[in-house]
């Protein structure tokens, strides 16, 4: 399960460092391979391999009314794999499509990670906090 969230810079060229911390992990469980594909929020998913198989299964399994819930997280998925530094390359396409520049954030979602443009990851949480908690959350014990 992969939880907690990093402040990472991409390097002139788009490629991140994975932190040490996830790094066995996508190494022993994913051989060290991971896909890459976008998220209607404005974030990129970053899949191990073994996690993105059961995912697009899911994906490619829904109806017809959903195609193009298809083409966003199936026609733009990247596979990529870490080198031996420990870091992927996020293709041009996928930093355009997140806004990415060079600050970002990767949180552990537990089976996968979401990846964010630091500045629109920011706004999002403060405004998602003013909102207030959602009713979901409302009977939640902490």
Known sequence: MFQGA????LDAKGRMSIP???????QGDA?????ITKHPD????LFPRPEWEIFRGKIAALPMDAHWWRRIFLGNAADV??????????APELRAA?????????LGMGSHFELWDAATYAAKELAAMA???????KNFTF
């Open 6 to 9: 990093s402040a990472l810079s």
């Open 31 to 35: 051989q060290g391979k991971v896909t």
């Open 20 to 26: 040490a911390r996830h790094r066995d992990v996508l």
């Open 42 to 45: 404005g974030c990129l998913l």
């Open 81 to 90: 794999e870490m080198d031996s530094a420990g870091r992927v390359l996020v």
């Open 98 to 106: 997140a806004g990415m520049d060079k600050e970002v954030m990767l």
């Open 131 to 137: 909102q207030g908690m959602p009713e979901a959350l």
